[in-house]
């Protein structure tokens, strides 16, 4: 397991918890579960964000998603390209080679979501890494794919990320570690491909939040939360969120942070963590 966040008596006053405020975006495929998908939109506005992101967005029409987006008067900070036959145990294609055309497929669909609710963000995942293949011919094969991607993105204004994710929750994925995401984004050579630091996953594959976040700035175009062991919400974990979301405010980062949790009861109830920054916002 990686190590906990440092301590907030660390850092200075000004960087402390309500000197800033991160901009928080929940994630309705993990939270509000309690309500039928479309319905989580409402719920999430109601109860104070401003932003929604989501994992999949192609079990719904573009249209169908834009108007219940445009009814809550919400952002849409991100969402993931269709990651081929989940059924099948696609868990994305980009790394795969002989399957690119699959890949630019999803891409071109994830445009016409990307246009319609106005998302700015599209996360891509690597996939599965196949047995039977080189890890040099995977990542030339991911950062090829990447590379067109971003291309076929840059006249909608749109950026590519990609998110290291751990092994113990999704075994054999490509893509797992920070440096290699680093060195697959520079080799891409594009300004719109960017890392996506998703704080539960960086926690279970290498910890050293705080210095990953410094580190990794550059690079970086979205974040997201959560708190090992369980996926659950701050307060319920292994990480004390307070240096985290202070760093994030001294970092100058000016994107959403996704809440990409699962909720140890109703959402609702997990949201005290929010309470501040909610005041705050209003």
């Known amino acids: 397991m990686g190590r906990r966040a440092d301590e907030t008596d660390t850092l200075p006053a000004a960087a402390r918890i309500g000197a800033a405020m991160p901009r928080f975006s929940a994630n309705i495929s993990t939270l509000f579960q309690e309500h039928p998908f479309l319905d989580r939109f409402g719920a999430a506005r109601a109860a104070g964000f401003e932003a929604v992101e989501c994992q ?65 963000m599209m996360h891509c995942l690597a996939g599965l890494a196949p047995a039977a293949e080189s890890m040099t011919r995977l990542v030339e094969t991911l950062t090829g794919n990447v590379r067109r991607a971003a291309e076929a993105a840059k006249p909608a204004g749109a950026t590519i ?42 926690q279970v594959i290498h910890g050293d939040l ?18 090992p062991p369980d996926r659950r919400e701050p307060g319920q974990g292994e990480i004390d969120f307070r240096p985290v979301f202070a760093e994030i405010d001294a970092s100058g980062y000016a994107g959403w942070v996704g809440c990409e949790y699962i909720p140890t009861g109703a959402t609702a109830d997990s949201l005290g963590w929010f309470e501040d920054y909610r005041q705050r916002a209003g």
């Open 56 to 120: 999949f967005v192609d079990d719904y029409a573009p249209e169908t998603l834009k108007a219940v987006q445009r009814e809550n008067g919400l952002a849409f900070s991100v969402f993931s390209i269709p990651p081929g036959d989940l059924a099948a145990g696609d868990r994305g294609l980009a790394c795969q080679p002989g399957r690119e055309a699959e890949f630019e497929a999803t891409v071109e669909t994830a445009l016409r979501y990307a246009e319609a609710l106005d998302c700015q």
């Open 210 to 227: 705080v210095q990953a976040l410094r580190d990794f700035r550059d690079i970086t175009g979205h974040i997201q939360i959560a708190n």
């Open 161 to 202: 990320l990609l998110e290291p994710k751990n092994n113990r929750d999704m075994p054999g994925y490509m893509l797992a570690d920070y440096d290699l995401a680093r060195r697959v984004i520079e080799a891409a050579g594009l300004d719109n491909v960017r890392l996506m630091f998703d704080v539960y996953h960086r």
